[in-house]
């Protein structure tokens, strides 16, 4: 009897096996290797590791949106409204009334008369567009040579307003200046805000683009189970690290090309600095902020908790760092703090480069913070990383 | 022949208090395929974790191929083919991207192309992993553990969800993995998998091996080789009932399953009349009365007075 029950259990085999060797082409026959056999050398986890990575997110469509189109929106919208206003015009309202004439027939022959604009309204509207700051000041003629100008000391266009105004006015009406001044013109690419914003920008894009690439990426490999896949083969655990944190290198390269092209071509920024080493300064800060991306990510284990790590660690950077305005508003007492800030070190050595040309040799400090970002945060990185 | 892996008293404990693992032993032959067979939650995954180091046991000993996981996990890993219960494998990767990827893990890997053909991938090899069918991530799943040419392959719930075809497709895989020479080690709750694909299997319920040996042989000393199922109108499934079956020739075990009764019997054909007998003796008619082989299901069952299938 047992021996029946044993003979039937392997009939019922051998049928499937047969029934799907009917189906398809032997297995075993293809098992069999037939090709030289092949050998990996030591990169060659590391290279494939780096080249899937570069594929899966050529093939992300977002990736697009979140690498060119919005720094680009990003720097369009600031340079637009923190442009130079052409020569600096003020506006300013004119109260209508019998003398009215008088100031703006006074205004046109005034040498100022390029950067006044005036309008002529009724008092209240005037008044009005005083108050909502379209107006930097409004002049009301009291007949008889003289003046009222309604200004308010607390608002900068509206004092500067006042001194060309009353400026203009007096030397139409004749006035004499007692010394004789001259200026120089200092308005050229190179200090504006726009200028100060680009390298700014770029400093932050490629922090942004590291921290939630890296982040975003290495919490949905681990939801997903595959680092744990991955450690249950013989890759080096640095290689796969390495590999995604040189995955944005790359990237950076699109990244920072493009904003300083945007900025030459839309805003006629000059770049000083070679442009290969602004991209060298590229890639340390890409290189930097991808270790800091993998510390941060080292151990989250949902997309949720890694988004608020990332802000929680970028936030600082944004309001210290200098990305758009200078961190010398801060009070000096903290700038040895925020001089540490990788982001501060890398938008320091990018607006040296760009905007005055300094060599990197000119500026080790800001390289060594840089690389000590990277390097410290790769090394807790992979001590601390979650697998599973 | 030699062990491939052997474990001794292993016991994993999350937390420090949930007990996954409660001293479990095993022993798997070179080229055998064992199975773990046992109900969700059994411990099957978390043993096969430990064995293929990916998980530290709280204690106890583990040796793959003679080697332990502390002393020597680079070179096992070259060794082992692994496929986890639930990885998703990168969905914008192509089919052969991902095996070239897991190819160069291994310092002497097998050739894509063959693997490809090997588990029927061929005309799916320039498609992203995310438009594949669950059967075909599963084989895409196997292939990253077959490209690595592994001595040992580690198959966590291989065919969980997945058609009835697709797991025949991925049997046929496992068998001439094995007709080559290859270890397997998988965990199933499919108890006609475990059946018809293992060598040997351990039966495992709260963490323990509960029960070892051939499929065959645990069937025979465990299943009974027939069960007899009726229903007789007309009495409750009262304990002198049970004892009245319990002593009917040829039966081995009783037991009540949803209503029915179920007898296991050495041969049916003298259990049959006497149960015959004894159900018009006592005045009530016979609903159903069916006889099959016996299954591993009925050895869990019998050990365990649960079905496979339940918590």
């Known amino acids: ?388 | 022949m030699a062990a491939a892996i052997q474990c001794r008293d292993l016991r994993k404990t999350y937390d420090g208090k949930v007990e996954a693992v409660r001293g479990l032993s095993l022993e798997i032959r070179t080229g055998e395929c064992f199975g773990l067979l046992g109900p969700n939650g059994a411990g099957k995954t978390t043993t096969i974790e430990i064995l293929e180091g990916l998980l530290q046991p709280t204690s106890g000993q583990v040796t793959v191929l003679g080697h332990t996981w502390q002393e020597n996990s680079r070179q096992l890993r070259e060794w082992l083919g692994i496929s986890l219960q639930e990885t998703r494998l990168s969905e914008k990767l192509t089919v052969r991207e991902t095996i070239e990827l897991f190819a160069s893990f291994y310092s002497q890997p097998r050739s894509s192309d063959e693997v490809l053909d090997q588990l029927q991938l061929r005309e799916k090899a320039d498609a992203w992993v995310g438009k594949l069918s669950g059967g075909q991530r599963q084989r895409l799943a196997v292939a990253t553990a077959l490209v690595g040419n592994p001595r040992i392959l580690f198959l966590d719930e291989p065919t969980t969800g997945l058609d009835p075809q697709s797991r025949r497709q991925l049997w046929d895989i496992v068998r001439a993995f094995q007709q080559n020479g290859g270890t397997v080690l998988l965990t199933t709750h499919y108890m006609d998998e475990a059946e018809r694909l293992c060598d040997r299997l351990a039966i495992i319920d709260h963490g323990q091996v509960i029960a070892e040996g051939t499929p065959a042989d645990l069937i025979e000393r465990l299943g009974g080789h027939h069960v007899v199922e009726f229903e007789a109108s007309g009495n409750g499934n009262d304990g002198a009932n049970a004892d009245l079956w319990r002593t009917l020739p040829g039966v081995e075990a009783v037991r009540h399953d949803d209503g029915l009764v179920c007898l296991s019997v050495r041969e049916p054909h003298t259990t049959i009349p006497a149960l015959l007998d004894a159900v018009e003796k006592q005045g009530s008619a016979l609903q159903h009365l069916t006889t099959r082989q016996a299954s591993l299901e009925d050895v869990f069952v019998r050990l365990t007075g649960r079905h496979l299938r339940e918590e």
């Open chain 1, 1 to 388: 009897m047992e021996d029946g029950r044993l003979a039937r259990r392997q009939d019922t085999r051998t049928n499937i096996g047969m029934t799907v060797a009917q189906q398809t082409p032997t297995p075993e026959a293809q098992a069999k290797p037939n090709s030289p056999p092949l050998r990996n050398g030591r990169w060659a986890g590391y290279w494939h590791l780096l080249m899937a990575r570069m594929k899966e997110m050529q093939r992300e469509p977002e990736v697009i949106f979140w690498v060119f189109v919005f720094p680009i929106l990003l720097a369009l919208g600031l340079g637009i409204a923190f442009r130079n206003k052409p020569a600096d015009v003020t506006s300013i309202a004119v109260v209508a009334g019998p003398n009215a004439q008088d100031v703006l027939d006074l205004i046109q022959r005034s040498p100022q008369k390029s950067s006044i604009h005036a309008d002529l309204l009724d008092r209240p509207l005037a008044l009005k567009g005083f108050r909502l700051g379209k107006y930097d000041l409004v002049v009301e003629s009291e007949g008889k040579g003289s003046f009222k100008y309604f200004y308010d000391p607390a608002r900068s266009e509206s004092v500067l307003s006042h001194a060309e105004v009353d400026s203009a006015l007096q030397s139409a009406a004749g006035r004499q200046n007692p010394l004789a001044t001259a200026v120089v013109v200092s308005s050229e690419p190179g200090s504006r805000y726009i200028d100060f914003l680009i390298p700014g920008l770029i400093g932050m894009n490629v922090m942004n683009a590291a921290m939630w690439g890296i982040g975003f990426a290495i919490v949905d490999m681990r939801q997903r189970k595959l680092l744990k896949r991955f450690v249950a083969t013989p890759m080096r655990r640095s290689d796969f690290l390495l590999a995604i944190a040189c995955s944005r290198l790359v990237l950076m390269i699109l990244e920072v090309g493009l904003l300083l092209g945007f900025g030459r071509l839309v805003f006629h920024m000059r770049v000083l600095g070679p442009v290969l080493t602004i991209l060298m300064l590229g890639a340390l800060g890409a290189l930097s902020f991808a270790g800091v991306g993998l510390l941060t990510a080292c151990r989250a284990q949902k997309i949720e908790s890694v988004s608020g790590l990332i802000n929680l660690v970028m936030m600082p950077m944004w309001v210290f760092s200098g990305v758009f305005f200078s961190y010398e508003r801060f009070p000096a007492v903290i700038h040895p703090l925020i001089k540490v800030l990788p982001l501060t070190a890398l938008n320091d050595a990018l607006r040296a480069t760009i905007l005055e040309g300094t060599p990197l040799t000119a500026q080790p400090e800001r390289m060594l913070i840089l690389v000590l970002w990277g390097g410290i945060s790769f090394a807790l990185a992979l001590k601390w990383f979650r697998w599973t």
